[in-house]
């Protein structure tokens, strides 16, 4: 397993995780220089133009086209926390399903970033895991194919 990542700053966390939560991945508008480069260095965020096209790294702060500032696998890394991790990466089983000791809190936050979604027996996706406050969980908790890129992601020497 790689080593852990760097603790971002809270401003940094909250950009990543709006960014993660987000269909598109795209962080949030008005963010400063400052904060963007910081998560640019870091990896954790590319800058995409036309067509999704990425932008060099190089020149990415002084891009003024049209596109955003997009969350990469490490950056959704670096907001896990150690129980979000392990779920992701040691309780998970082969077909991709987290195992029973994952608690509900850990798979809705991994859900909220995109990283699992839930499927009935059908294999259905599902909006939420079923529960109704007065039973538990009906539908299981599967890594995606993001989740899955995440796991496998190799942290930038720090």
Do not use: C
């Amino acid at each position: 397993m790689s080593p852990e990542p760097r603790a971002p700053k809270p401003g940094v966390v909250k950009a990543l995780k709006t960014a993660a939560a987000a269909d598109d991945g795209r962080a949030p508008d008005g963010l400063s220089r400052r904060l963007v480069a910081s998560m640019l260095e870091a990896g954790y965020v590319y800058r995409d133009g036309i067509g999704g096209v990425r932008i060099d790294n190089k020149d990415a702060l002084d891009y003024d086209g049209p596109g955003g500032w997009r969350i990469t696998d490490v950056g959704r890394r670096a907001v896990l926390t150690d129980a979000q991790w392990r779920a992701l990466t040691e309780r998970v089983a082969r077909e991709g399903v987290l195992l029973p000791n994952v608690n509900w809190v850990t798979k809705q936050a991994l859900h909220d970033l995109g990283l699992v979604e839930y499927r009935d027996d059908s294999g259905r996706i599902q909006p939420t895991d079923g529960s109704t406050g007065l039973r538990g969980p009906i539908y299981k908790a599967f890594r995606t194919e993001t989740g899955r890129r995440v796991a496998a992601a190799e942290l930038p020497a720090q």
